[in-house]
């Protein structure tokens, strides 16, 4: 699918989806609690068919947090980039899409430990290199004064 | 008569509580600091946890301060097997994002390292996988020929094992003038050498019967659970990204895509033998054809990427790397994401591994070629 009718049907889909096309690839905005029903809906629709999940990032701006999920269709060859924002950063929260795509269960598990994204039904949400005590060092607040020397 | 059927009990009847046991982090067949909580029935292995971490040195963090020509210098210290190509995505993702165009002589030389560090990485998965199988001969055989490679590297870059050879707007250094015969001089070597390795391990009886038919991957989940490289395409996943989205020279070579659709343990081990002898055709393709010309494009003594996120994958020898730059415009980059093969691998292990015994175990991990440095970042 050529980005064009990919940005055609995505918005047919979603109609709350802001979709442009980035410097490289289809980008879409998706509000959080439409997620998991959205990225349900690409995996299952034959005509878009994103079966693999290939990069799951979490970036944090400054008044809110970010997920970015990278998406190739292995069988039409195109891309897209789905990208969430969370509410606020106290308690950022997205839903899991790891019952669509098994991958994700490890990278999200990856963003919660150095991002301290929580994702909703996730199965096994738990710090993965870290101690549980310990900050979230992806964020851009995160101070650590004996590891971290700041010019 | 009755103490003698007392003894007589089957197999039915002998029952084993589960238990957990710890593999690694310092077990050898782990090839690394790598935890596998192993949830055991006798022999059996139930469930597999694998906890990671143990040198996570937070690389993703230390990009944000430095500049990007710093930031391919410690991409080679997270799969240090693959450190070329790892450092080739780091160039061109920062060439693409400033839209500089390099010339052929850097796409041609980039293309025949990133081979020699695929067939170097292969040599020693091949025999680390021997050993970890008991067979110690495969460890001297692979690391006689493996040295050949790092010569070559050592003569051009100056380093072995961490080449930081790649750099946005070219290369460091042009090559040796040995470099073409030296490398043409490997390959009519280890084209002998090769065979040999064929005769000492994959027709051998006992390595045969402990992978064939061990540790089955379908294509569907290799694709669910993202695991590319040698170990996706075992089984049947198209996923060479050197053919489907080819970058610096592999447009202008001719190669096969290795393929299986068996997905076993045995297929996995095929399909890396198989791609050795693809690397070597790709290399003689273009080592003649070295074009004249600049191994590097000036660049500004401060590089700065325009705002935006640019995305840039490439084949390694253990899968598909990503690297993901969101730039706001300044020296630094906003967030940088090092996607690697080994942590999407990895975690397929557990669904793999289920209800073999636990020397399959080993097997299917060797397979997978894990290096832990990929996968901790």
């Not at chain 2, 909580?37 to 690389?59: D, K, R, T």
């Not at chain 2, 415009?329 to 999407?344: A, I, L, M």
């Not at chain 2, 557990?350 to 020397?359: E, F, L, R, T, V």
């Amino acid at each position: 699918m050529t980005n064009e009718a990919l940005i055609a049907t995505i918005s047919q889909i979603e109609a709350e989806a802001e979709t442009r096309l980035g410097a490289q690839y289809v980008e879409t905005f998706i509000p959080a609690a439409r997620l998991h029903s959205f990225m349900t809906r690409i995996k299952e629709d034959v005509t878009l068919a994103f079966d693999y999940l290939f990069c799951v990032t979490g970036v944090d701006y400054a008044d809110h947090l970010q997920m970015v999920y990278h998406l190739e269709s292995i069988l039409h060859k195109h891309v897209l980039v789905v990208k969430v924002k969370t509410d606020g950063r106290e308690t950022p929260a997205v839903d899991t899409v790891s019952d669509i795509w098994p991958t994700a269960e490890f990278h999200e598990r990856e963003a919660y430990d150095l991002l301290g994204i929580k994702f909703n039904n996730h199965p096994d949400l738990r710090r993965m290199f870290l101690d549980d005590n310990w900050g979230y060092p992806l964020r851009k607040d995160y101070k650590d004064d004996i590891h971290i020397v700041s010019r | 008569m009755n103490e003698l059927k007392e003894v007589m009990i089957t197999t039915d009847e002998i029952k084993t509580d589960e238990y957990l046991i710890n593999m690694g982090p310092q077990h050898p067949s782990t090839h690394g600091v790598l935890r596998l909580l192993v949830q055991l029935e006798g022999e059996i292995v139930h469930n597999m946890q694998p906890h990671i971490g143990y040198i996570h040195s937070g690389i993703e963090k230390m990009t944000e301060s430095l500049s990007y020509p710093q930031i391919g210098h410690l991409t080679d210290r997270m799969d240090y097997l693959s450190a070329h190509q790892n450092n080739e995505a780091v160039a061109l993702c920062v060439e693409n994002a400033l839209q500089i165009e390099v010339p052929d002589r850097v796409k041609y030389i980039r293309t025949i390292m990133s081979e020699l560090s695929r067939l170097a990485s292969h040599q020693l998965w091949w025999c680390v996988m021997g050993m970890d199988m008991g067979a110690l001969t495969t460890f001297f055989y692979g690391l006689r020929d493996r040295e050949d490679i790092l010569d070559i590297f050592e003569e051009t870059c100056g380093a072995r094992l961490t080449v930081n050879y790649s750099i946005p707007g070219g290369l460091m250094f042009d090559i040796h003038p040995n470099f073409q015969r030296d490398v043409k001089a490997f390959i009519k070597k280890f084209k002998t050498k090769l065979p040999e390795y064929d005769r000492l391990l994959s027709g051998n009886v006992i390595f045969t019967e402990r992978t064939k038919g061990v540790g089955f991957l379908s294509r569907e989940d290799a694709i669910a659970y993202g695991v590319t490289g040698p170990t996706g395409r075992a089984s049947g996943f198209s996923c060479d990204l050197r053919k489907h989205q080819p970058y610096s020279a592999y447009s202008k070579v001719n190669f096969n895509e290795v393929l299986s659709d068996v997905g076993d343990t045995y297929a996995r081990y095929q399909v890396r033998m198989q791609e050795m002898w693809e690397s070597m055709s790709i290399i003689e393709q273009l080592i003649d054809n070295i074009p004249e010309g600049d191994y590097a494009v000036k660049m500004k003594g401060v590089v700065k990427l325009p705002e935006g996120e640019f995305y840039q994958r490439v084949e390694t020898a253990r899968g598909e790397f990503g690297v993901f730059i969101v730039s706001d415009g300044k020296k630094n980059p906003y967030r940088v994401k090092f996607r690697s093969p080994g942590f999407s691998n990895l975690f397929t292990i557990n669904h793999i591994a289920k209800g073999w015994k636990i020397a399959d175990l080993v097997a299917i991990m060797s397979t997978f070629d894990l290096v832990i440095p990929d996968i901790d970042r």
